[in-house]
């Protein structure tokens, strides 16, 4: 059925104007749709390329009701927003995707894994811990780890016991613990999901550690797993998203076991750092299949046309100031490397400051590059240390 369409094709307001905000608008934008960010800081990464920028905190009611105001939907980069007044203007008749009843859920590390655990989604053993302390973990069992239920606690979320409990290391807020998991690598799926229930995934990816101290995270798609592994990933994945009815872009972060099982780590509501690959080595990247779901046009085809690795380009670790990039020329003169550099003026140690995806016939040429263009680039500061 042909159906018209208005232009714009949509008014999209986007929560938070950090770099996903800065790579969905330009998907936006081809698909005819505007778009409006709310951030606190003007001129923000997203906001310089947005139709317009509001200047707001992401809690602040009133900047949050412009922003649905001035938007047919609003959608999210990040997901520690404030669901209650989400709620409320979801009451009163606005569209925000996903929804704020999904973000809620999400937020909370024990409320998200007890309903991929109600929906059968395979996860490590857990068990919630409302006031933590060593006896009560070493009750648990070790190998564990202790994942605090929102926010985490002076900065730390995550905290790992592998043969004793040390009481110093207890998070002291309420938390979730769980198995430790023996896993054989780290996965990623990201899966789109659209209003009518209709889903597309890309490949399954795996993230690389690296000995070397410069290469943080290379992530490299698709994962070195075979196929069954790789089918099971997608599965799992995708009876996630399903369980959460969730209806936008997720990033699904996994655990493939050294047993073959493939375990949900945790979800994440919105697009995500390991599906910038997309953007060079699909047809559909994730942010343009985030905006066709949210928005309610048909999902693209995800089909990954070259190999790739991603990584991040970090703040050097002890950049402070202004940036200064080292490496872009002898970066960008490589044939398959694409840089991406996020706008943000101000440099701190381990900052993301942008990435680099490299593509390639296949995944080793493309680690191998991307592994020497993140030994070759680095984002410094003008002031030192
Ligand atoms: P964050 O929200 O900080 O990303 P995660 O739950 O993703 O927290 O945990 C961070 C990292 O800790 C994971 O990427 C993984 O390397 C490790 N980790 C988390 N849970 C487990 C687990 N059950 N077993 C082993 N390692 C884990």
């Given at each position: 059925v042909s159906r018209s369409r208005p232009y714009p094709v949509a008014r999209l307001g986007i929560v938070g104007g950090g770099q996903l905000a800065r790579m969905i608008v330009p998907e936006a934008a081809r698909l005819g749709c505007e778009t409006t960010v709310l951030d606190p800081t003007p001129e923000s990464p997203g906001g310089v390329l947005a139709h317009r920028q509001l200047v707001g905190a992401l809690d602040d009611a009133e900047a949050l009701r412009a922003l649905v105001e001035a938007s047919d939907v609003t959608t999210f980069e990040?997901?520690?927003?404030d669901t209650a007044i989400l709620l409320e203007l979801e009451a009163q008749g606005h569209r925000i995707v996903p929804s704020p009843s999904l973000l809620a859920v999400v937020q909370d590390k024990l409320l998200q894994k007890e309903k991929l655990h109600a929906a059968g989604i395979p996860t490590s053993p857990f068990q919630a811990v409302d006031a933590p302390d060593a006896r009560t973990l070493a009750d648990f069992g070790l190998p564990l780890v202790q994942k605090a239920r929102r926010g985490g606690y002076d900065g730390r979320g995550v905290a790992v016991f592998k043969d004793v409990v040390v009481e110093e290391r207890v998070?002291?807020?309420p938390s979730l613990v769980e198995r430790f998991v023996d896993y054989r690598c780290e996965l990623a799926v990201l899966v789109a999901r659209g209003g009518g229930g209709e889903v597309r995934a890309w490949p399954a990816v795996e993230m690389v550690f690296d000995e070397r101290a410069n290469v943080l995270d290379l992530l490299l798609a698709p994962a070195r797993i075979d196929a069954r592994e790789a089918e099971e990933a997608h599965r799992v994945a995708v009876a996630a998203v399903e369980a959460l009815d969730g209806v936008g872009v997720f990033g699904v972060e996994l655990f493939l076991t050294r047993g073959g099982e493939v375990l949900v780590n945790e979800i994440a509501p919105r697009v995500h750092n390991s599906g910038h690959w997309t953007i060079e080595a699909c047809r559909t990247n994730q942010f343009e299949q985030h905006v066709r779901a949210v928005v309610g046009l048909p999902l693209g085809e995800p089909l990954q046309h070259s190999a790739a690795a991603m990584v991040n380009l970090l703040g050097a670790e002890d950049a402070h100031g202004g940036v200064a990039i080292e490496g872009l020329d002898e970066a960008l003169r490589q044939p398959g490397v694409a840089v991406h550099l996020y706008g943000k003026r101000e440099v701190r140690p381990f900052r993301k400051m942008g990435h680099v995806t490299v593509t390639a016939e296949d995944r080793e040429t493309a680690m191998a590059l991307a592994r020497a263009v993140s030994e070759c680039v680095a984002i410094r500061g003008t002031e030192g240390a």
């Open positions: 990040i997901e520690t927003v998070l002291p807020v």
